[in-house]
């Protein structure tokens, strides 16, 4: 038996901060993936990785713990499109596909409330692997409303070069007060988000997702971001912007059909040291799973 479970990745989030005194976010999942491949091998007995990874080999053996599997044969590969320590949610995707990859083999249900508990017990989490555009509680898992489905939204992604650890900012001894200093403006955030999922309004998710932005800043200071949603709110074609709330990048939220390279001329002219990555899209999350087969997960 052989199963193959990919995840995607995030471009940061849509908002994030407190709601209600409870930490969330809101998903940003985008066309590109991590995957993990679990084959059962009855010659052998404990786990082969054909790449070293920590949290992955961890997310497996507490899944055989909790199924109650020992000594068990299997032969483990990743297939990375993620970068690390920029806001891509990588850890996510690998713990979460092997976890998920790790369950289907074994013959079980997923169930993504245990997939959410085990996850948790290593790192904070981000919510891609749930469908669609969720409300998610990432570090303690306490809270996961989904907003609904959206068609895709185009976003061109860039970042601000570094990289953030996501565990070491979480144990911050000052972020709920600062979070809890922004929480007027995470909550018109939220609620515009909300409302833009549910209507399918690029517009709101947009505005939304800025305010959050900004409100992060005196949290995690982007240089230069102010001037970016200048650049962005003066374009119709422009919907607003977007950032990895503890991570390095900022994604431009774009509307079908806009020319992109005079913003992209623009922006390399009047903010040099924001680095263009890529353009995607946000999509729904969601896990996708192949069975007896390795795919490649090349987009």
């Not at 109650?68 to 713990?95: C, F, P, R």
């Not at 399918?200 to 947009?206: A, K, M, R, S, V």
């Not at 422009?238 to 939220?253: D, K, P, Q």
């Not at 903010?271 to 795919?295: A, D, F, H, T, W």
């Amino acid at each position: 038996m052989k199963v193959t479970v990919k995840v995607p990745g995030t471009c940061g989030e849509l908002v994030q901060g407190l709601l209600d005194e409870t930490n969330f976010l809101i998903s940003c999942p985008i066309d590109l993936y991590n995957a993990v491949t679990v084959k059962v091998d009855d010659s052998q007995s404990g786990i082969k990785m054909a790449q070293q990874a920590d949290k992955t080999l961890l997310a497996i053996k507490k899944t055989l713990q909790y199924f109650g599997y020992q000594n068990l044969g299997l032969e483990v590969e990743l297939e990375s499109q993620l970068l690390v320590g920029k806001g891509m949610a990588s850890s996510t995707a690998d713990i979460v596909a092997a976890i998920i990859a790790t369950t289907l083999v074994l013959g079980e249900e997923v169930e993504l409330e245990l997939v959410t508990r085990l996850a948790l017990a290593i790192e904070p989490t981000d919510a891609s692997f749930w469908p669609g555009i969720v409300v998610f509680d990432h570090l303690e898992g306490s809270k996961v409303t989904s907003l609904g489905q959206i068609e895709p939204i185009s976003l061109l992604v860039f970042d601000y070069g570094g990289e953030v650890d996501t565990i070491a900012f979480n144990q911050r001894d000052d972020l709920i007060e600062l979070k809890r200093a922004k929480s007027d403006q995470i909550a018109r955030a939220y609620q515009l988000v909300k409302e833009g999922v549910q209507q399918n309004d690029w517009e709101l998710i947009g505005q939304g997702a800025t305010i959050s932005s900004l409100a992060n800043q005196d949290i995690l200071l982007k240089p230069n971001l102010e001037q970016l949603i200048d650049l962005v709110e003066r374009d119709e074609g422009l919907l607003g912007v977007n950032i990895a709330h503890s991570g390095t990048l900022v994604g431009v939220l774009i509307k079908e059909g806009f020319k992109v390279e005079p913003l992209l001329s623009k922006i390399t002219k009047e903010i040099p040291k924001l680095n263009y990555l890529m353009c995607r899209r946000i999509i729904n999350g969601g896990y996708l799973e192949y069975s007896q087969l390795k795919v490649n997960i090349g987009r």
